[in-house]
């Protein structure tokens, strides 16, 4: 072997154990597992870190149980979510090669359907949470929507769905049936939010034309007009889970209680300089969670007639909804992430749902 080629074989040794000779005792070492640990806790996995939204949140629903979660954002990116623990189920819409922008959704009473609507689309969809498989569409030419649907809400017995549309109409439709139940022509506006009353088939709406309407899925016409047209928008609807109270928020800086029974106006609360996002009622009845376009999140003891706390955000966020217990809120909007919140407190309790960049 000439000395050329023993020169070249010893720089390849040197170059292979090179590296290695740098490496500290430690640093050959493994960890310990209290170093384990707190990387894991630090870091989070790769894959939690590519699962989730990179934008703004804009529909978040929450299922009655608890147990689901459902975000969108406006890049077509919609996920299912273990709330419990925060990971991602599944990506809705799968695996159909068109993308989605969901505008609204809802969940049935018994979480085993999840209803959404799309952007510029009349048709509501139905989907099976479990299995992840669409279960169709609904659709009626004639008594159906004729502009994109915007707002949906089901019964308390998870027999009925209404949807509301951008001209103002509300379909009820029979979900085993899949057929149409009753249509109105509700609004002079946008149908922004619907509420069933629970315990049984009647339903309120709101709309962009500033009044709130009370119906029955067994009758035609409204029931009652709890507030008139007006130019102050109805922002959020929220009922009481008796089903005795109905609240609406508007941008007139003001939340409205009403007697459903009596169909009589209970209380006015004033926020002031506040424009509101969203309202929820906890599962007692007894405390609001008011979205305040100020960037905050208020706790709003209903008994007390005064905050419980008020927590600020970097962005404002856009929705509410409180964990059946009522231990948890949870809100979203403003950001990539939900957050959950310890209701006694104030405390924020963890966020899921974002990407970690």
């Given at each position: 072997m000439s000395r050329f080629q023993k020169t070249i074989i010893c720089s390849l040794l040197l170059l292979t154990i090179y590296p290695f000779s740098l490496l500290s005792a430690a640093e050959l070492s493994p960890p310990s597992l209290s170093e384990s640990k707190a990387r894991t806790e630090a870091r989070p996995a790769a894959k939690e870190q590519l699962d989730g939204h990179r934008k703004e949140i804009s529909v978040f629903a929450l299922s009655r149980d608890g147990l689901y979660a459902l975000t969108g954002d406006e890049d077509e990116n919609n996920f299912l979510w273990d709330v419990k623990s925060g990971k991602k189920i599944r990506e809705i819409g799968?695996?159909?090669?068109?993308?989605?922008?969901?505008?609204?959704?809802?969940?049935?009473?018994?979480?085993?359907?999840?209803?959404?609507?799309?952007?510029?689309?009349?048709?509501?969809?139905?989907?099976?949470?479990?299995?992840?498989?669409?279960?169709?569409?609904?659709?009626?030419?004639?008594?159906?929507?004729?502009?994109?649907?915007?707002?949906?809400?089901?019964?308390?017995?998870?027999?009925?769905?209404?949807?509301?549309?951008?001209?103002?109409?509300?379909?009820?439709?029979?979900?085993?049936?899949?057929?149409?139940?009753?249509?109105?022509?509700?609004?002079?506006?946008?149908?922004?939010?619907?509420?069933?009353?629970?315990?049984?088939?009647?339903?309120?709406?709101?709309?962009?034309?500033?009044?709130?309407?009370?119906?029955?899925?067994?009758?035609?016409?409204?029931?009652?007009?709890?507030?008139?047209?007006?130019?102050?928008?109805?922002?959020?609807?929220?009922?009481?889970?008796?089903?005795?109270?109905?609240?609406?928020?508007?941008?007139?800086?003001?939340?409205?209680?009403?007697?459903?029974?009596?169909?009589?106006?209970?209380?006015?609360?004033?926020?002031?300089?506040?424009?509101?996002?969203?309202?929820?009622?906890?599962?007692?009845?007894?405390?609001m969670a008011v979205i305040e376009e100020d960037e905050s999140v208020l706790l709003w003891n209903l008994r007390e007639g005064k905050p419980a706390w008020n927590n600020h955000l970097m962005d404002s966020a856009l929705t509410a909804g409180f964990s059946p217990d009522g231990a948890s809120l949870f809100t979203s909007g403003g950001d990539n992430w939900v957050r959950e919140w310890d209701v006694s407190s104030g405390r924020l309790l963890r966020k899921f749902g974002g990407v970690v960049e």
């Open positions: 799968k695996p159909d090669p068109v993308r989605i922008w969901v505008v609204a959704a809802a969940f049935s009473p018994d979480s085993s359907i999840l209803a959404w609507a799309r952007y510029r689309k009349h048709t509501p969809v139905l989907w099976d949470v479990k299995s992840g498989k669409k279960l169709g569409i609904l659709l009626s030419r004639e008594n159906g929507h004729k502009a994109e649907v915007v707002s949906l809400a089901f019964s308390g017995d998870g027999r009925y769905l209404a949807s509301g549309d951008m001209q103002g109409a509300i379909v009820v439709w029979n979900i085993k049936e899949r057929s149409v139940v009753r249509s109105y022509k509700a609004h002079s506006g946008e149908v922004n939010r619907i509420v069933f009353i629970p315990g049984g088939n009647e339903f309120a709406s709101a709309g962009m034309d500033g009044a709130v309407y009370l119906w029955s899925v067994d009758k035609d016409g409204a029931l009652a007009t709890l507030l008139p047209p007006s130019d102050d928008i109805v922002t959020s609807l929220t009922v009481s889970s008796n089903g005795s109270a109905l609240y609406a928020a508007s941008d007139n800086l003001t939340v409205k209680g009403w007697n459903v029974a009596l169909r009589s106006l209970r209380s006015t609360i004033s926020f002031k300089d506040r424009l509101i996002n969203n309202i929820a009622l906890s599962p007692n009845g007894n405390l």
